[in-house]
């Protein structure tokens, strides 16, 4: 195995230490964020996307954080154990439960430092399209020379790795 010291691999090295900042930066923050409201990362992404928009439903709510509806559905299932929000069936299509916060999860969210997306998703968000591209060209190769890179964790809340 190739270690990464030696003035061939400068940039590797280089390459690696941005990553541990951007890593620390997201653990930093998901720790505070706990710390300070009591929720996982992923638990207050979630309420915060139900008090942006209330009656929303399992599946756009998955849709909206960009995971799998079961995840959606178990992240669902914690915040209403802890009655931070509301469920109610649908109006129209009984079948469907639409959410509401609480005023225990309203609270959470005030206690919570933000984005509550989290500091990457935000970060990424505030860059320009060609950067973007770049980026997951990039991202591509690395992950094409990982070989063991899970695609399913494509969709795996960073709060939650």
Same mark, same amino acid.
């Given at each position: 195995? &190739?270690?990464?010291?030696?003035?061939?691999?400068?940039?590797?090295?280089?390459?690696?230490?941005?990553?541990?900042?951007?890593?620390? $930066?997201?653990?930093?923050?998901?720790?505070?964020?706990?710390?300070?409201?009591?929720?996982?990362?992923?638990? @207050?992404?979630?309420?915060?996307? @139900?008090?942006?928009?209330?009656?929303?439903?399992?599946?756009?709510?998955?849709? &909206?954080?960009? @995971?799998?509806?079961?995840?959606?559905?178990?992240?669902?299932?914690?915040?209403?154990?802890?009655?931070?929000? $509301?469920?109610?069936?649908?109006?129209?299509?009984?079948?469907?439960?639409?959410?509401?916060?609480?005023?225990?999860?309203?609270?959470?969210?005030? =206690?919570?430092?933000?984005?509550?997306?989290?500091?990457?998703?935000? &970060?990424?968000?505030?860059?320009?399209?060609?950067?973007? =591209?770049?980026?997951?060209?990039?991202?591509?190769?690395?992950? $094409?020379?990982?070989?063991?890179?899970? =695609? =399913? $964790?494509?969709? @795996?809340?960073?709060?939650?790795?």
């Amino acid at each position: 195995m &190739a270690a990464l010291s030696g003035h061939d691999n400068e940039e590797a090295v280089q390459v690696l230490r941005s990553f541990r900042q951007v890593f620390n $930066a997201v653990r930093t923050h998901f720790q505070q964020l706990e710390k300070r409201s009591g929720l996982g990362g992923s638990q @207050i992404w979630a309420l915060s996307v @139900i008090r942006e928009h209330p009656g929303i439903g399992t599946g756009a709510l998955a849709e &909206a954080l960009d @995971i799998h509806q079961s995840t959606a559905s178990n992240l669902v299932k914690v915040l209403l154990e802890r009655e931070l929000i $509301a469920a109610r069936k649908s109006g129209t299509d009984r079948r469907n439960v639409e959410f509401t916060v609480l005023p225990a999860g309203r609270a959470a969210l005030r =206690k919570a430092p933000q984005p509550f997306s989290g500091v990457l998703p935000d &970060a990424l968000a505030q860059l320009d399209r060609n950067t973007l =591209k770049s980026l997951d060209r990039d991202l591509g190769k690395l992950l $094409a020379v990982l070989h063991k890179a899970d =695609k =399913k $964790a494509a969709h @795996i809340p960073l709060a939650d790795l």
